[in-house]
């Protein structure tokens, strides 16, 4: 079974403190991805990596950055937290480029005050 | 118009009926589709693909039209248990995948 776990379930931070939220899947997988989730929104694509060391923006990178150092990590970090940073953030992996199946974490939900 | 678009509902439907979403979607390069599932304050699953010859699995049925650009989950005999949003997923190439913002469904007793 593939596992995707987050480092924290909530987190309250004050505005322009640095954030890391860090993903960790144990599947192997190429592929790994930063979404956010807010109401009426569905999901936003922020970053993806295919590779270690890869990186590529996804929809809304604006404010946000990524680090993937070793393959089962992948962490979202931001730089000066904004009150408009307040969402979901959901991490998933998908096994390679012709794999379409996303499996995802149970998410982080981030309030800044 | 967002790029992929469903009703938010919720549907509100008693145990044993018959359910139906649709999901538009605007780019007609898409190329893969797909029906996610996400229970309250749950992360999203992937329920089933969507092919352009339809698939079945137990209850539900997924269909594609290309030619109007929608896709379609079909639930038969509602379970207390399918209550979830269920998300539309639609992937144009290179790591552009879609998720719209899902439709609401409580299956009451």
């Known amino acids: 079974d593939v596992k995707v776990t987050q480092s924290s379930r909530y987190l309250v931070k004050r505005t322009g403190e640095k954030v890391f939220l860090e993903c960790v899947q144990d599947?192997?997988?190429?592929?790994m991805f930063w979404y956010r989730q807010d109401p009426g929104l569905g999901l936003r694509l922020i970053y993806f990596s295919y590779d270690v060391k890869m990186k590529e923006k996804g929809d809304i990178p604006e404010g946000y950055s990524v680090s993937r150092e070793k393959k089962e990590r992948f962490s979202l970090i931001l730089e000066s937290a904004s009150t408009n940073q307040t969402s979901m953030y959901l991490c998933?992996?998908?096994?390679?480029?012709?794999?379409?199946?996303?499996?995802f974490g149970p998410g982080t939900r981030l309030t800044v005050t | 118009r967002k790029e992929v678009e469903q009703d938010p509902g919720p549907f509100n439907v008693p145990e044993g009926a018959t359910v139906a979403f649709n999901c538009t979607y605007s780019n007609s390069a898409s190329q893969s589709f797909f029906w996610y599932r996400q229970d309250c304050r749950k992360e999203p699953k992937l329920l089933m693909s969507?092919?352009?010859s339809g698939n079945e699995d137990g209850r539900f049925t997924a269909q594609l039209n290309r030619a109007s650009q929608y896709i379609s989950l079909l639930i038969r005999d509602s379970k207390l248990s399918d209550s979830a949003t269920y998300l539309c997923?639609?992937?144009?190439?290179?790591?552009?995948?879609?998720f719209g913002a899902g439709t609401r469904l409580f299956v009451k007793a």
């Open positions: 997923v639609v992937d144009t190439g290179g790591f552009k995948t879609i």
């Open positions: 998933a992996s998908s096994r390679d480029a012709s794999s379409y199946e996303q499996y």
């Open positions: 599947m192997d997988h190429e592929n």
């Open positions: 969507v092919y352009s």
